[in-house]
């Protein structure tokens, strides 16, 4: 069992920056793939990125690649979105997710959720 809270959602001008935080709880964090996944109201949740278990693979939606970076911290049990030159349809929530089967940018593939961290855009 894998529990995930999101943090760092807030307000921000486009152009502006966040970054978002995933700290999970549990003994075997270093074997989840992780992933951010975001939901915009009267839309389905999209894929935004992934990382591997070891941190050594990262896929990307096209929409955010340039822009976004996931990186993990297996000590710290965190994983994190850094999010530069946002948009204001980069407006959702943003959720993280944990999953022990390899990268996946669905969402069937992963098996844990947090809770969600909104973040805005104004333009």
């Known amino acids: 069992q894998v529990q995930l809270v999101e943090s760092g959602g807030g307000l921000v001008q486009a152009g502006g920056s966040l970054r978002l935080s995933c700290a999970a709880s549990g003994h075997t964090f270093s074997s989840y793939a992780l992933a951010w996944f975001r939901q915009a109201p009267a839309k389905e949740r999209e894929f935004v990125a992934t990382i591997s278990e070891n941190g050594g693979t990262t896929r990307y939606a096209d929409s955010v690649t340039g822009r976004f970076t996931i990186s993990r911290d297996n000590a710290k049990n965190t994983v994190y979105l850094q999010m530069s030159s946002l948009k204001p349809e980069d407006t959702a929530v943003y959720y993280c997710?944990?999953?022990?089967?390899?990268?996946?940018?669905?969402?069937?593939?992963?098996?844990?959720w947090g809770q969600g961290t909104q973040v805005t855009v104004s333009s």
């Open positions: 997710a944990a999953g022990r089967y390899g990268l996946h940018n669905r969402p069937v593939g992963y098996d844990y």
